[in-house]
């Protein structure tokens, strides 16, 4: 339902950014729908989720009937994407130092 993208930002806090097109998401209550959802999972993952900016992406609209897999969706992308660009920061730097 969702896409996210991640770049590590080399500040201690997470950014979070939501894009939701009127073609995806044609509705202005579904689109605030989606974005609260959103913001309200990021807010309960910010301190893991430090150092990283993301931006949030939906596909699809949410309803409140499957508000419960969007935020399990939500908050297992924005973890994976975290460990990703952590991990790729990591090799960057070994790569860059090789001491």
């Given at each position: 339902?969702?896409?996210v993208?991640?770049?590590?930002?080399?500040?201690?806090?997470a950014?979070l950014?939501?894009?939701?097109?009127?073609?995806?998401?044609?509705?202005?209550?579904?689109?605030?729908?989606?974005?609260?959802?959103a913001?309200?999972?990021?807010?309960?993952?910010?301190?893991?989720?430090?150092?990283?900016?993301?931006?949030?992406?939906?596909?699809?609209?949410?309803?409140?009937?499957?508000s419960?897999?969007?935020?399990?969706?939500?908050?297992?992308?924005?973890?994976?994407?975290?460990?990703?660009?952590h991990?790729?920061?990591?090799?960057?730097?070994?790569?860059?130092?090789?001491?």
């Amino acid at each position: 339902m969702f896409r996210v993208y991640a770049s590590p930002n080399g500040a201690a806090g997470a950014r979070l950014g939501i894009v939701i097109s009127k073609r995806v998401i044609p509705q202005a209550v579904a689109r605030n729908y989606c974005k609260r959802l959103a913001r309200e999972v990021f807010r309960a993952e910010r301190e893991a989720l430090a150092g990283v900016d993301l931006v949030v992406r939906p596909r699809a609209a949410v309803t409140p009937a499957s508000s419960a897999a969007a935020r399990a969706e939500i908050r297992e992308l924005l973890r994976s994407a975290q460990r990703q660009c952590h991990s790729r920061s990591a090799a960057t730097q070994a790569r860059q130092d090789p001491t």
